[in-house]
């Protein structure tokens, strides 16, 4: 009998075709959330799974997963998954980096453009009804060219959002755990600064960290405050690594002019208070999401659980597990 692979959310059906020559595949019919015993029961008798973000893999979840051997996550950040629990239990889980990089940066710049230029604002007002006559002195935004632009978090996305600046004409300074070396500095015409001088000097700054523990909150009430009072604070990376309630209150009171936000703290639930600003940009979560990016993250996944179980060009070698021990220690 074939192995089971359970997918958690239907995606392009000719991709997960190319999973039913080797897999018995069972996809589930509509997007939703799963809670852990719903998972711990989808996953009782599944040799692989194919999960997108808001489905939380842990320990506990594994434990009623006992034949489960790989775990393709659909997305580059993966803090839904508990990567050492996995590790532990042997199950092989994999990511998709890299594929999404561009898009994610065209939207970064769409989100900051978006928010500068207050497009959301403007839309909300002209859908209202409310344009009788031309306001001169209205809908005064900032500008994005010739402009400094901060990232915060410098991986491939925040290096592709910064080649992006040249045609702005703005100078991008970044701030990571470790510097880039000199040459891709000069590729992506970034400056290094310290996370002090990121706030204080950015015009616009942009999010692109990973979410840990230790990037909780890496933006609250004491950083909002550093930033400029004209500043745009975009946040493409994940909730919690911005204070939401701060950010509101932040919005709300001028220390900063506006923010663009495709990621939320408890998110499907947004902070009620960023609800009701109308200085800010919001989305639900879809940085990634191009007809073009989100097939090819899709048929990467898919990759990798062929890969997982020895089928397809990567057989044995999943291009892009996490955890490549774990298939190490399996053969
Ligand atoms: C999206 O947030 C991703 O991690 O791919
Ligand atoms: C950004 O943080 C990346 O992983 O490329």
Redesign the pocket.
């Given at each position: 009998t074939k192995p089971k692979v359970w997918i958690s959310r239907p995606f392009f059906p000719d991709i997960v075709d190319r999973l039913r020559e080797h897999f018995d595949v069972s996809a589930e019919p509509e997007e939703r959330a799963f809670s852990a015993a719903e998972l711990a029961e989808r996953l009782a008798d599944s040799d692989a799974a194919i999960v997108g973000?808001a489905d939380k893999i842990d320990g506990k979840v594994l434990e009623a997963a006992p034949k489960l051997r790989f775990v393709a996550n659909?997305?580059?950040?993966?803090n839904n998954l508990d990567i050492d629990a996995l590790t532990q239990a042997g199950v092989g889980a994999s990511?998709?980096p890299d594929v999404?990089n561009e898009t994610?940066a065209d939207y970064a710049w769409a989100l900051m453009l978006a928010a500068a230029r207050r497009v959301g604002e403007a839309e909300r007002w002209l859908r209202d009804g409310q344009w009788h006559g031309s306001r001169f002195e209205g809908w005064l935004g900032a500008d994005v060219h010739g402009k400094t632009i901060g990232i915060l978090g410098m991986g491939r996305i925040g290096q592709a959002i910064a080649r992006r600046a040249a045609g702005f004409r703005a100078r991008v300074i970044y701030h990571n755990r470790s510097r880039l070396d000199a040459a891709l500095e000069r590729e992506c015409a970034a400056t290094y600064v310290d996370k002090a001088s990121l706030l204080a000097q950015s015009d616009h700054l942009i999010l692109v960290l990973p979410y840990t523990p230790a990037n909780h909150h890496a933006i609250g009430e004491a950083e909002l405050k550093a930033m400029k009072p004209t500043a745009v604070l975009v946040n493409i990376a994940?909730g919690g690594i911005v204070d939401d309630a701060a950010l509101a209150r932040a919005l709300a009171t001028g220390t900063i002019a506006s923010a663009g936000v495709d990621?939320f703290e408890g998110e499907p639930s947004v902070h009620p208070d960023l609800l009701k600003i109308e200085n800010i940009v919001l989305s639900p979560?879809i940085?990634?999401a191009s007809r073009d990016t989100r097939r090819d993250?899709a048929a990467l996944a898919v990759d990798n659980v062929l890969a997982a179980f020895g089928h397809g060009p990567h057989a044995g070698r999943p291009p892009t597990i996490i955890n490549p021990g774990v298939l190490a220690d399996a053969s």
């Open positions: 973000l659909l997305g580059v950040g993966y990511n998709t999404l994610v994940r990621v979560h940085a990634s993250m």
